[in-house]
């Protein structure tokens, strides 16, 4: 399993990296399918079916949100479609009978979840020096996720939300937390750009709890819907959303603190 998962990642990282480094229109392009096939994903994996309208009609709405986003940017009070998102997983993961039957309730929390959070990912290109910004996005979110893991097999004792993910632990939290954070500090340093030291406090120390709890929403999603992975689209990973759900919060966080700080 480790040897698989080595491996996907050494393939998927320069893909990643390419990615960053395509024209802005063309990275354009290639985030919106991703986030299409994303949304997709969630929605198969929620319905239990596989009609081709349905999961095809996930995809295209979040692609259309995921452009519209990018288009609206500059005269669009973009901070009003944030609660769509809170709104809708909210009704998704709100107690009592699941909605697994309700499709169209999926479809529309896919579309929010996924179109809308992942959008930030063009907008964030879109600010000066965004291909750093989304380095710096990567690294801390990657940093995280690999001092969560390797803190939590080696002193992970106590179970951080046993209920969501039970195999998340709360030393495994606080190792992910201080490598994400010490990432953003040496990724901002690294890079050379320009920062106040209040936006390089808020990066450091607010980006690494976003991905964790990203990490815990989608895991939520999972045991909501019934599923261990969200597809087995990445083996030894799980599906797409199994890979972005820590960039799904942290990436309009880094947004918006350039926005507002």
């Known amino acids: 399993m480790l040897r698989?998962?080595?491996?996907?990642?050494?393939?998927?990282?320069?893909?990643?990296a390419l990615v960053i480094a395509l024209p802005e229109p063309v990275f354009a392009a290639a985030i919106s399918l991703l986030l299409a096939a994303a949304a997709a994903e969630m929605f198969i994996a929620a319905a239990g079916t596989r009609p081709l309208w349905q999961p095809l009609g996930a995809a295209a709405a979040a692609a259309f949100v995921a452009l519209w986003m990018r288009q609206a940017a500059e005269g669009f009070p973009l901070w009003t479609l944030l609660p769509l998102p809170a709104i809708a997983l909210y009704g998704l993961l709100r107690p009592g009978p699941g909605p697994r039957r309700l499709r169209e309730a999926w479809w529309l929390g896919a579309v929010a979840y996924v179109g809308v959070l992942g959008a930030h990912w063009l907008l964030l290109r879109g600010e000066p020096e965004g291909q750093r910004w989304l380095i710096v996005l990567l690294g801390v979110t990657i940093a995280t996720d690999t001092g969560a893991y390797a803190v939590g097999k080696w002193l992970g004792r106590h179970p951080l939300a046993p209920r969501i993910s039970p195999g998340k632990t709360r030393e495994g939290a606080i190792g992910g937390f201080l490598a994400g954070a010490v990432a953003g500090v040496g990724l901002l340093l690294a890079l050379d750009l320009d920062s106040e030291a209040v936006t390089i406090a808020a990066i450091a120390l607010l980006l690494p709890i976003a991905a964790q709890a990203g990490d815990?929403?989608?895991?939520?999603?999972?045991?909501?819907?019934?599923?261990?992975?969200?597809?087995?689209?990445?083996?030894?990973?799980?599906?797409?959303?199994?890979?972005?759900?820590?960039?799904?919060?942290?990436?309009?966080?880094?947004?918006?603190?350039?926005?507002?700080?």
């Open 4 to 16: 698989t998962r080595v491996l996907v990642a050494a393939i998927g990282l320069p893909l990643l």
């Open 216 to 261: 815990l929403l989608e895991s939520a999603l999972k045991r909501r819907i019934g599923v261990k992975d969200s597809s087995g689209l990445l083996p030894g990973h799980g599906g797409l959303l199994d890979r972005m759900d820590s960039q799904l919060l942290a990436g309009p966080l880094l947004y918006w603190i350039l926005q507002w700080l």
